[in-house]
């Protein structure tokens, strides 16, 4: 089951399906499938808009806390990772019964200490919240209890390529949901008017060129005892041979901030040294673009955080502007949590669908250019 963003499930199982994911049922924020070993290691290194992968290893029904930790008790922990492991448990979904969520995590961590140290004389994983190797997710649903592993450990949106946090910054898995709805590989190119830290660009050339985003990182898999290396190796290697790097494909960035710029750059050649970019350190509306059939997509100012509530009108209006000027016969496509103020970009538009920027809640906005 991989979880995601609400308004992303949809993203999230055609990604699935085009990995050689099977059984494949959208959920509310997540995405229930089945796949083997190889297929799970591939998933972790490969979704775009996913936020972990979780494997359910058993379901039972516990009204109580002490049903709970019996059934925590009974489940054979053993099978999946070794005593010396450190150990990290979360709560979601809500039990009527259940309501206090710490002391859900007592019992299922007591179940699970109990059960080593009767089999090991004593030795039981320790509990790590920052960095553990082991993060197990209770679900709960009513009375049913799904006891899961993350097989990502850190989510997977944290991708590694931002070296530092710009103002406001949107989120890895949610950028490249927006560019994946946005059709962005039916497009010439992409250009982010307000780039900031980046992420609309990286996540751009990623998926413009068919580069697995999290090939570079570990995952909580390789802590399970059937952890296969040559199956994980052999997968990184054919995702890697996948990408293929396009010189003719305009990934285009324009920010006022010259920090801003000067840290894309920095990513960029840290990580990205291959792939063509370019960056203006300017506002958009001082910069002439001519890239048609390309998709233009921004994460405006809202009004609560970056700029002044007076600003945005005029604003959004030239956003719509500049993408009549810039991407002629493409697409425009804007995040915001601002109605009042997407109003102002005066485009027909095509859809809007909402979307969650941590706890914000916006719309996306998107517009078929036609020209000016």
């Known amino acids: 089951m991989a979880t995601c963003r609400p308004g992303l499930e949809g993203v ?27 297929g799970l290691y591939r998933m972790n290194m490969a979704l775009r808009a996913a936020i972990q992968v979780l494997v359910p290893i058993r379901t039972f029904n516990a009204r109580d806390y002490k049903l709970l930790y019996f059934q925590s008790r009974r489940t054979n ?4 990772f070794t005593a010396d492991k450190t150990l990290r448990i979360d709560v979601n979904g809500h039990s009527p019964t259940l309501q206090n969520t710490q002391y859900v995590v007592h019992r299922v961590k007591d179940g699970i200490v109990d059960t080593f140290r009767k089999m090991t004389g004593g030795i039981r994983p320790s509990i790590d919240k920052a960095e553990p190797e082991i993060h197990v997710v209770v679900h709960m649903h009513g009375s049913k209890i799904t006891l899961c592993l993350d097989s990502s ?18 989120k890895e898995d949610l950028a490249a949901g927006i560019l994946q709805l946005s059709n962005a590989k039916e497009h010439a190119g992409i250009v982010d008017p307000m780039c900031g830290s980046g992420t609309f660009l990286f996540e751009g050339m990623m998926l413009m060129h068919d580069m697995a985003p999290n ?25 890697e041979k996948a990408g293929s790097i396009k010189k003719d494909i305009p990934i285009v960035g324009c920010d006022i901030d010259e920090e801003s710029i000067d840290l894309v750059k920095r990513i960029a050649a840290t990580h990205f040294p291959d792939i063509p970019l370019t960056l203006h350190h300017s506002a958009f509306q001082e910069v002439e673009l001519d890239l048609p059939n390309c998709l233009m997509v921004t994460n405006p100012p809202y009004g609560k955080r970056l700029g002044e509530e007076s ?5 959004y209006r030239d956003i719509g502007t500049a993408a009549k000027k810039a ?46």
């Not at 450990?153 to 949107?170: C, M, Q, S, T, V």
């Not at 600003?311 to 604003?315: I, K, Q, S, T, V």
């Not at 809007?352 to 000016?372: D, I, K």
Request: contains cysteine; aromatic residues 12%.
């Open 12 to 38: 999230l199982a055609a990604e699935i399906e085009k990995l050689g994911g099977r059984s494949i049922k959208p959920g509310k924020r997540s995405v229930a499938f089945s796949t083997n070993h190889p």
């Open 77 to 80: 922990w053993h099978q999946y």
């Open 153 to 170: 450990g850190i989510p997977l949106f944290k991708r590694g390529y931002r070296l530092e946090h710009g103002e406001a910054p949107i």
């Open 215 to 239: 090939l570079k990182r570990s995952f909580a898999f390789q802590h399970w005892l059937d952890y296969d290396e040559e199956a994980f190796l052999a997968e990184q290697a054919s995702l």
């Open 311 to 315: 600003e945005l009108p005029a604003l």
């Open 327 to 372: 991407v002629m016969g493409g697409r425009l496509a804007v995040f915001t949590t601002n109605r009042k103020a997407a109003r102002q970009i005066r485009l027909t538009q095509d859809r809007s669908c909402t979307l969650f920027n941590g706890a914000l809640e916006g719309l996306l906005y998107e517009y078929s250019v036609r020209g000016a």
